[in-house]
């Protein structure tokens, strides 16, 4: 098939269910980038910095406005959370939990938008595929998580030094002395990297599936009946709504639990 014919199909639209379904699952790819899930992902982050940075610049101590209170409560929650999860001392583990959770749940909430929605806007401009849910693409929650584990090494590191940081490779979780710890060195180096590679593996794979099962399940409500849309639609919007504040709360709870695992000695 030329590359014509296929834009031509595309700007058509989708003859059946089935190329519906594709349609609305392929992303904007060019050299083997997404660029939807980039530029939807860069632009919330601007969102969420201006927001906020309006907030603070605007912060009153006096009876504050609804976007003030809400801002706080969401700063008041975060910082609970870190000082109950994390016991050491950091500047960086606040902000970075604040901006997981707001940003992932930006990312998450824009499977509140009709299905149809953005890609109709963008067919107008000539884009002819768009996924507006970044989180419902496994590179970009792939990406996250292994920017987690960098920073888990990274604070091992920090609170352990170098040397602190490979010895507890070799003799954590099965302890000894003598030849019996030189025996059971290659088996804490196992143990060590599984429990270490599974971290990233588990926040990637929870936070795309429920946000890509959340995405399908929207795309296959679109094509009912519209009166079944509004009897189908509003409930599990309503359900969804907890879906992704809670896929958002347990990024970001278990980045300050791996955080503060990765701060203390064994």
Not at 75 to 89: G, I, P, R
Not at 227 to 251: K, N, R, S
């Amino acid at each position: 098939m030329s590359t014509e014919h296929a834009v031509e199909l595309a700007h058509a639209g989708p003859a059946n269910s089935t190329e519906y379904i594709k349609h609305h699952l392929t992303h904007l790819n060019n050299g083997g980038m997404n660029l939807d899930t980039f530029w939807v992902s860069l632009m919330l982050g601007l969102v969420f910095l201006a927001i906020f940075i309006y907030v603070a610049r605007k912060a009153t101590s006096g009876v504050p406005g609804r976007l003030q209170s809400f801002v706080e409560m969401v700063l008041e929650l975060v910082q609970d959370l870190v000082k109950s999860a994390f016991h050491a001392k950091s500047n960086v583990i606040g902000p970075l939990s604040l901006t997981i959770f707001v940003w992932v749940w930006l990312l998450n909430a824009m499977d509140f938008l009709p299905v149809d929605l953005l890609p109709k806007i963008g067919d107008l401009f000539g884009v002819h595929h768009l996924r507006v849910v970044p989180t419902a693409d496994v590179n970009h929650t792939f990406g996250m998580s292994l920017s987690v584990l960098v920073m888990i090494i990274a604070f091992s590191i920090k609170a352990k030094g170098v040397g602190g940081w490979t010895k507890e490779l070799f003799t954590a979780p099965f302890h000894a002395h003598g030849f019996a710890a030189i025996i059971l060195a290659p088996i804490n180096f196992v143990f060590q990297m599984i429990e270490l590679l599974a971290k990233p593996i588990s926040l990637a794979l929870r936070l795309f599936g429920n946000m890509y099962a959340g995405e399908l399940i929207f795309i296959l409500i679109a094509l009912l009946p519209w009166y079944v849309q509004w009897m189908l639609g509003g409930p599990w919007a309503i359900f969804h709504i907890l879906v992704v504040t809670l896929q958002a709360f347990v990024f970001m709870i278990l980045t300050i639990v791996y955080l503060s695992l990765a701060v203390e000695k064994h």
